[in-house]
């Protein structure tokens, strides 16, 4: 449940680039393609409430709960210690969904909007996560084509600062079971069926909010 009490800026996406150079047209899939994804990454008979073939626990499946009062609906927002991502809606509630963060130094708390939504993404690491793990990214320096196997899954939400792309993202991931954890370069990580849920209800330039890991609030005074 959403508690009462104050919550604390914060962050938590992917960094990616956009991808160098213009996208070919062939690069892109087709909606045909899309839906057979949307198939493949989906739980026979999903039932967001209950379909766990990930083997996540129970409290990272999507609910409704209560809502602060002085939460605006439709905004995004990320208890980075729980582990939990927000959707306020309308009436007082919200739906929840479990997430990973960032691990270690690679979260950074923020107040973003979203300004930009893809469902099936491009994905391209940048420099820094390059040089940080070149064994891990350097083979995708050149971008990742969408696809179940791609770094952002199936839906990804481009979270700005004004007119800046921050390179922060709320995204689907190909690693669902690292749900609950600090597990990416600085992400927030959904299970693609969880997120394909969340994308069309979420709105461009909506505010999407990131609380404090707890890292960060044990060094608090």
């Known amino acids: 449940m959403l508690t009462r009490r104050h919550f604390i800026v914060t962050t938590a996406a992917l960094f990616s680039p956009p991808l ?37 626990h129970s409290r990272f499946l999507p609910q409704r709960v209560i809502a602060n009062d002085d939460l605006t609906p439709g905004d ?3 208890d980075a210690v729980a582990r939990y991502l927000y959707h306020i809606e ?6 929840r969904y479990g997430v990973a ?29 390059i040089e940080r793990e070149p064994e891990v990214y350097a083979r995708y320096g050149d971008g990742m ?7 952002l899954g199936s839906r990804a939400l481009y979270l700005y600062v004004g007119d800046r792309d921050t ?19 600085g ?3 959904m299970v693609m069926a969880h997120i394909n849920g969340l994308y069309d209800k979420v709105e ?12 960060a609030l044990g060094t608090r005074s």
């Open 20 to 56: 160098s150079g213009p996208l070919l047209a062939s690069s892109w899939p087709t909606e045909t393609r899309k839906a057979e994804w949307d198939a493949q990454v989906t739980p026979a008979n999903y039932d967001p409430a209950t379909s766990n073939p990930w083997g996540l």
């Open 76 to 78: 995004v927002h990320v």
């Open 90 to 95: 309308e009436g007082g509630t919200a739906m």
């Open 101 to 129: 963060i960032g691990r270690g130094g690679l979260y950074e708390p923020g107040t973003y909007t979203i300004r930009r939504k893809v469902r099936w993404p491009h994905w391209t690491p940048t420099q820094s996560m």
């Open 145 to 151: 084509d969408p696809g179940p196997q791609n770094a």
């Open 167 to 185: 390179y922060l993202r709320i995204h689907g991931t190909p690693y669902p079971r690292s749900i609950g954890s600090r597990a990416s370069s």
């Open 187 to 189: 992400c927030v990580r």
């Open 204 to 215: 461009l330039g909506v505010m999407a909010r990131l609380y404090p890991a707890e890292d």
